[in-house]
């Protein structure tokens, strides 16, 4: 068996720390580090450098752009809503002119 082939191929595969992670999937550092610690990226850490799989992140993309997909649409009524205001103090009693 030929192990060059097993080795180039694993070797082409290989995402080594975040800016190559970054440049591979559109996001910057900063953005990968965030991600990543949040778990929304299949990538690990070999000492302080953040490693990953290529095959494992298109994979990854397709998963969340295929629930995207089949994820039904918000209805636009539901769009327009402003949430419930939640006042934290009480309202004060209106004063009424027959109350003096």
Known sequence: ???????????????????AIGDFIGESEKRVYYLAERGYLPVGKL????I??????REQHERLTRR???????????LNQRPPRRD???????ATPDAR
């Open 1 to 19: 068996m030929n192990t060059k082939i097993s080795e180039n191929s694993l070797a082409d595969d290989r995402l080594c720390g975040a800016k």
């Open 47 to 50: 000492g302080a450098t953040l």
């Open 88 to 94: 934290r103090r009480p309202r004060p009693a209106e």
């Open 52 to 57: 990953g799989s290529k095959a494992a992140l």
């Open 68 to 78: 995207a997909i089949e994820a039904p649409a918000p209805t636009p009524s539901r």
